[in-house]
């Protein structure tokens, strides 16, 4: 039972200390999850002799900056997808904003609408076609799909805020 009461206690700590590094309870309860199954993945690294809490708590540092890490090359990712989009194209400079401004949201999308909105309006796939290709329900196809136009029509994909006014151009808004 003394154990079990350590686990609890390790547990506990790793919660905090994901709760402190990440300052959001559900994003903090995701380093613990990844950390608790980095741990045990990784068991035979844990040393009896050392402390049990000072390795877990050590793993859910190194998830955490990991995902910091992450985030950031995702970001970086994101705006060169965007630069090499608006790149290939010469169009006027309102219209080059403008497009500038649309690949940007796009490349922010997360991962599932950006893959339903790039399968149905780039490839062209019907609804049915990106629920096959997806492996989901065809309502989940059209709810993600809903979700990322409404995004980029809205401008809440993280660059909400930051739409540019034009100056002696059409500005829609």
Do not use: C
């Not at 994901?18 to 300052?23: G, I, P, V, Y």
Request: no cysteine; charged share 30%.
């Amino acid at each position: 039972m003394d154990d079990q009461h350590d686990m609890e206690a390790d547990l506990r700590a790793m919660r905090r200390y994901a709760r402190a590094l990440a300052r959001d309870d559900q994003d903090a309860d995701d380093v613990v999850q990844d950390a608790l199954l980095r741990a045990i993945e990784r068991k035979a690294t844990y040393q009896p002799e050392r402390s049990r809490t000072r390795w877990l708590l050590a793993i859910v540092h190194n998830v955490f900056v990991s995902g910091k890490r992450r985030q950031v090359a995702e970001a970086r990712r994101n705006d060169r997808f965007a630069e090499t989009l608006q790149a290939s194209i010469d169009p006027q400079q309102e219209e080059h904003v403008r497009l500038k401004e649309i690949a940007r949201g796009f490349a922010a999308l997360p991962d599932a609408q950006r893959a339903v909105l790039h399968l149905t309006a780039v490839e062209g796939m019907s609804y049915q076609e990106a629920a096959d290709v997806l492996g989901v329900p065809i309502g989940t196809v059209m709810s993600r799909l809903s979700r990322a136009r409404g995004a980029l029509r809205e401008g809440q994909t993280g660059t909400a805020g930051k739409h540019l006014r034009l100056v002696g151009g059409r500005d829609e808004q």
